[in-house]
C-alpha cells in the first residue's frame, strides 16, 4: 500500500465523517463538514500528484480513487439535496452519470484501458465543490454555479460516452482482425 493509496483510503474514511457532521446540530458542525468536504478535494490532488510525480499509480489506486471521488461526491449532493431541498434531478443527472462511469470504467479496466479525464471532467470536479459550498454558505449565484456543474457534468458525460464506444469500436475492429 503506498501513500496515493493511503490518501485514497482516508477519502473513504472521511465520508461517514461529513455526514455525521453535516446533519448534527452543534455549534459549526456544517463548517466541520464542509472542511472535511474540502480535505477530501485536497487529498484527491495530493494523491493524484504523488502518483504521477512519483511513478506510484497502481491498479488498485486506478479502481479506488475515482470510486472514492464519485462516493464523495454524490454522499454531498444527497446531503445538500435532503437539507436544502435541491432538485432531485440534479441529483439523478450526477447520479446517473457517474452509475455510467463506473460500469464503463470497469469493463474497460477489464481490458486493461483506463480513460483519462476529459477537460469537462475537471471543470464539472471544480464546479461541483464550487456549488456545494455555494449552497450551503447561500452564496449569490448558488443556483448558477449548480446549472454551470450540471452542465459540465452533462457535457464531460458525452465525452466519456463518446471515448468509450470509439474504444469499444476499436477492440472490436481488432477481434476481427486478429
Not at 435532503?82 to 452509475?99: A, H, N, Q, T
Amino acid at each position: 500500500m503506498n501513500i496515493p493509496n493511503l490518501f485514497t483510503l482516508l477519502r473513504f474514511l472521511l465520508i461517514p465523517v461529513f455526514i455525521y457532521y453535516f446533519f448534527s446540530e452543534t455549534n459549526y458542525s456544517i463548517h466541520i463538514s464542509i472542511y472535511v468536504f474540502i480535505l477530501a478535494g485536497l487529498t484527491d490532488v495530493i494523491d493524484g500528484f504523488i502518483a504521477r510525480k512519483f511513478n506510484q499509480i497502481t491498479k488498485l489506486g486506478i479502481v479506488l480513487d475515482p470510486l472514492a471521488d464519485k462516493l464523495m461526491l454524490i454522499t454531498a449532493l444527497i446531503s445538500i439535496t435532503i437539507r436544502y431541498d435541491i432538485p432531485i434531478w440534479i441529483l439523478s443527472i450526477v447520479g446517473l452519470k457517474e452509475i455510467l462511469m463506473i460500469c464503463g470504467a470497469a469493463t474497460l479496466y477489464n481490458n486493461d484501458i483506463v480513460v483519462p479525464a476529459n477537460v469537462f471532467g475537471k471543470l464539472s470536479t471544480v464546479l461541483s465543490y464550487a456549488a456545494i459550498l455555494g449552497v450551503t454558505f447561500n452564496w449569490p449565484y448558488n443556483r448558477v454555479l449548480l446549472y454551470l456543474f450540471i452542465t459540465t457534468t452533462i457535457f464531460a458525460l458525452i465525452v466519456y460516452v463518446t471515448n468509450f464506444v470509439n474504444i469499444k469500436k476499436h477492440q472490436s475492429i481488432n477481434l476481427v482482425k486478429k
